[in-house]
Structures are given as structure tokens and as C-alpha cells.
């Protein structure tokens, strides 16, 4: 079963912005740390940005670190991972994820997370 619903990815030129989003599916996962992470093509999946379950921790991989921002809305039980000056090695499916087992880590590991979504797909065009 579907549990988390990724939106807003598409096709953008270099230096361009998408902001993605995603909420649950089904029962409310507001109160737990939340994730985006992506997979390129030939890639395994990696991490790209987490936030804690009250939107005060953030982390960041270096890659895009300074270019991408992950907040949330636990009103709208919604994550949104806002991405500015893309690049064409941003190119990706990318997936937001939570974890539910534990309230208090924010991780950066693919393990960690329990619950995942389908993936958006955004490619970043030279």
C-alpha cells in the first residue's frame, strides 16, 4: 500500500527551481522525523535532506547543501523539499520518506526510514 505521495517533480532547464511535496496517503505521520532522499540512474539510493518532528533540526548532504531547503507543515502533515540553482547531476527519482520507529533521530541512512513514497522524477536539463 502507498503510504506517502511525492508531487511537483518535472522538467526544468540549469539554475532553474522546482519545490517538491509530500504527504501521507493514509494514517497521519506528522509527529515523526522526515526525509528526501534520491536515486540517479546506475546510483543507489542516497540521502539529500532530513527534517526533525518539529521542523527545528534540518541536515543537509554537501551536494546540496546552500541550494536546497526542506521544511514542513505538521497542520498539513505535509515536507517539501524547495530546490534552487539545479543542476543537471541533480537528476533523479526522489523519494521523501519517514521515520516511524523512533521519534527522536534524524537520520541520514536509507535503514532508518520505514516509510517511503513512490518517487517524483525530476530531470534537470544543460
Known amino acids: 500500500q502507498v503510504e506517502l505521495v511525492e508531487s511537483g517533480g518535472g522538467l526544468v532547464q540549469a539554475d532553474g527551481s522546482l519545490r517538491l511535496s509530500c504527504a501521507p496517503s493514509?494514517?497521519?505521520?506528522?509527529?515523526?522525523?522526515k526525509g528526501w532522499f534520491r536515486r540517479a540512474p546506475g546510483n543507489e539510493r542516497e540521502f539529500v535532506a532530513g527534517i526533525g518532528r518539529n521542523g527545528a533540526r534540518t541536515v543537509y548532504a554537501d551536494s546540496v547543501k546552500d541550494r536546497f531547503t526542506i521544511s514542513r507543515d505538521n497542520v498539513k502533515d505535509t515536507v517539501y523539499l524547495q530546490m534552487n540553482s539545479l543542476k543537471p547531476e541533480d537528476t533523479a527519482v526522489y523519494y521523501c520518506a519517514v521515520d516511524s520507529q523512533n521519534s527522536y533521530r534524524l537520520g541520514r541512512n536509507v535503514w532508518e526510514y520505514d516509510v517511503w513514497g513512490q518517487g517524483t522524477q525530476v530531470t534537470v536539463s544543460p
Open positions: 493514509g494514517r497521519p505521520l506528522y509527529g515523526f522525523s
